[in-house]
């Protein structure tokens, strides 16, 4: 048995333009498009970056925690003494000077991560109108089989993005 026949052949359909907003604005080099995608992927790395620090920040917690049982089954166990060093040394210990975990994503936020973010977004707006990932939407373009599934340039039902 064959399988099911599908349309394979380039047809030219809605779907076959990016939306205005992956489109570059008229008058834009390809320098800036350049620069941009940089930005954009400097940006990227800092939000992982803050992704692992929440991390860090969980598991900080979670170990905490866990300390705290032990110490528990410490002194159920009968070693009262060692129960007792163990949570007046490292239970609510900071994990930095001065700073439990939450205080440093916090200082992260405030210091490095918003002043990262804000100036991006200034970049984008005051270059090509606020518009996000022009450097990735131009490289689908150029990669993509138009008219062929599975490599159409945006959804058919324009989602959010539909503009």
Same mark, same amino acid.
């Not at 410490?74 to 994990?95: M, Q, T, Y």
């Not at 159409?152 to 503009?163: C, E, I, L």
């Given at each position: 048995?064959?399988?099911?026949?599908?349309?394979?052949?380039p047809?030219?359909?809605?779907?076959?333009?990016?939306?205005?907003?992956?489109?570059?604005?008229?008058?834009?080099?390809?320098?800036?498009?350049?620069?941009?995608?940089?930005?954009?992927?400097?940006?990227?790395?800092?939000?992982?970056?803050?992704?692992?620090l929440?991390?860090?920040?969980?598991?900080? @917690?979670?170990?905490? $925690?866990?300390?705290? *049982?032990a110490?528990?089954?410490? %002194?159920?166990? =009968? !070693?009262?003494?060692? +129960?007792?060093?163990?949570?007046?040394?490292?239970?609510?210990?900071?994990?930095?000077e001065?700073?439990?975990?939450?205080?440093?994503?916090?200082?992260?936020?405030?210091?490095y991560?918003?002043?990262?973010?804000?100036?991006?977004?200034?970049?984008r707006?005051?270059?090509?109108? @606020?518009?996000?990932? $022009?450097?990735?939407? *131009?490289m689908?373009?150029?990669? %993509?089989?138009? =008219? !062929?599934r599975?490599h +159409?340039?945006?959804?058919?039902?324009?989602?959010?993005?539909?503009?």
């Open positions: 048995m064959s399988p099911a026949p599908h349309d394979e052949s047809t030219e359909q809605p779907t076959e333009q990016p939306t205005e907003q992956h489109r570059r604005p008229d008058g834009v080099s390809d320098a800036t498009v350049s620069a941009l995608g940089k930005l954009s992927e400097a940006l990227e790395a800092v939000e992982v970056a803050r992704g692992h929440y991390t860090f920040h969980r598991l900080s @917690g979670t170990a905490d $925690l866990t300390l705290g *049982e110490v528990d089954e410490l %002194r159920e166990a =009968g !070693h009262a003494d060692l +129960a007792d060093e163990v949570e007046r040394e490292l239970v609510g210990r900071n994990v930095v001065g700073r439990w975990s939450f205080q440093i994503v916090e200082e992260y936020d405030d210091t991560y918003s002043a990262f973010r804000a100036l991006e977004q200034q970049a707006d005051a270059l090509v109108g @606020g518009r996000r990932h $022009l450097f990735e939407a *131009e689908k373009e150029s990669r %993509r089989t138009p =008219g !062929h599975h +159409a340039a945006r959804p058919a039902d324009d989602g959010p993005q539909g503009t």
